[in-house]
């Protein structure tokens, strides 16, 4: 059985980065009837869409959580009158909800095409469900903007080697299309081409600058590039962990002494809060169902707020609390604790782990003697301790016994505990 998990997730948009970065190659063109040949150039287009896993739609099946994604796009030649479409699709697995949001994960898509010189217009959409984003915009390329390539920022380059989707030559480079770097990342990564070198004894001379949006250079750093090959590929990291929080510009600029030309590119960039603090969506899972935490009546309180009053209270509440623990308590409870159709965190074992955490010594039972039930007592360091009783022998244990000032103990529940775990408890429970 399939569980539709669109409670979590009640927005309707879709809201993605669409990165598009250019490339150009030359191509030799024979023409046997005329026996001449000619060199062209010729242009792909890559783009590098990044959607934020909660904008998705998911479904819990038994493989674990998944979305499918649908992607339509064309690219209009604006010249021509010609347009180029396709479809993708793309299945996407998380690991937990509570995962995702502590990493605050992303989905790539990448894909591209080979275009002539122009002017274009691209649309691509992405589709979950119900769910639906568009993205359109305008792109023109002319030879002349293009002596090297655009610049891929990204936030990891490595060596490939199990022949990943995002690799170029022999490294794989994971796009970073929205250009914004929480504070947990220390290195900016890119990779751009050179084109139109001419090999020499001489080298490339390149400079990276990082300047504010005051326009002050905070960073500059430069290398010496030799050059082997008419065109050539460069991938280097910059170290950001130094920068405040706030929006940047990169500058790349590349003299050749050869021919005393200066070429270069520049992009945009923002340093952003940590991902710790950004606990900000009312569809993050869990993240309402705070009732654990509160007394019965604090808790009424909080659903009669207005819409804006329970946003306000549960931010509070989250910059009080640890999200990302809760979130982990809250997925262990729904695998570990389900019971016949009842979600496993809203269960009396399930209840209790997500409010006291895991326990740090259990007892588990065979049965006695036949009047007696299976039962688990959870205890915890701080002294405090929980007796749990399968009472119908279904697998569905509930909470008879407790030291916990926070939880209720059942006395008339006592009578399905062994004689071995009444001893084991204070004095004077069962008078």
């Not at 998990?5 to 669409?18: A, P, R, W």
């Not at 504070?183 to 004894?201: F, G, H, S, V």
Request: charged share 25%; aromatic share 12%.
């Amino acid at each position: 059985m399939i569980l539709l998990l669109s409670s979590l997730f009640l927005t309707q948009t879709i809201d993605f980065h669409v990165d598009p970065v250019v490339y150009r190659s030359t191509v030799t063109i024979e023409d046997t009837i005329t026996e001449t040949v000619k060199q062209e150039d010729i242009f792909y287009i890559e783009f590098n869409c990044e959607i934020p896993y909660h904008e998705l739609y998911y479904e819990e099946s038994d493989s674990g959580i998944i979305t499918r994604a649908i992607i339509p796009f064309e690219i209009v030649n604006l010249d021509r009158a010609d347009t180029l479409a396709d479809t993708l699709y793309r299945l996407f697995t998380l690991p937990s909800f509570s995962e995702a949001a502590r990493q605050q994960m992303s989905f790539l898509i990448q894909f591209g095409m080979h275009v002539l010189e122009g002017n274009y217009k691209y649309r691509i959409s992405i589709l979950s469900k119900d769910k639906r984003g568009t993205i359109e915009r305008s792109q023109t390329i002319n030879r002349t903007d293009y002596p090297m390539s655009d610049i891929l920022l990204a936030k990891e380059i490595v060596t490939d080697t199990v022949g990943d989707h995002l690799r170029k030559g022999d490294l794989k480079i994971v796009p970073l299309p929205s250009h914004n770097f929480s504070e947990r990342y220390i290195t900016l990564y890119l990779y751009y081409e050179i084109y139109d070198i001419t090999p020499d004894a001489n080298e490339l001379e390149v400079t990276y600058e990082i300047v504010n949006i005051q326009g002050e250079k905070l960073h500059q750093i430069s290398r010496h590039i030799t050059k082997r090959h008419t065109s050539q590929a460069v991938n280097v990291g910059l170290n950001i962990a130094q920068l405040e929080r706030g929006e940047y510009q990169l500058n790349i600029k590349i003299y050749d002494p050869s021919t005393e030309s200066t070429i270069g590119k520049d992009l945009a960039f923002e340093i952003t809060k940590q991902v710790s603090d950004d606990i900000s969506y009312e569809d993050l899972p869990y993240y309402d169902k705070i009732d654990y935490f509160l007394r019965a009546g604090d808790y009424k309180k909080f659903l009669e707020l207005p819409k804006k009053g329970k946003e306000i209270f549960l931010q509070k509440f989250w910059s009080q609390h640890d999200y990302h623990e809760t979130a982990e308590r809250f997925t262990y409870a729904d695998e570990h604790f389900k019971e016949g159709y009842k979600p496993g965190h809203k269960t009396d074992r399930g209840r209790i782990h997500i409010k006291f955490g895991p326990y740090d010594e259990i007892t588990t039972s065979v049965i006695e003697v036949w009047e007696s039930k299976s039962y688990e007592t959870w205890q915890y360091d701080n002294g405090i301790r929980f007796v749990f009783v399968d009472i119908r022998s279904t697998a569905e244990f509930t909470l008879v016994w407790t030291n916990s000032s926070e939880e209720q103990s059942q006395p008339t529940l006592f009578e399905y505990l062994p004689e071995s775990v009444k001893r084991d408890l204070p004095a004077g429970t069962f008078n």
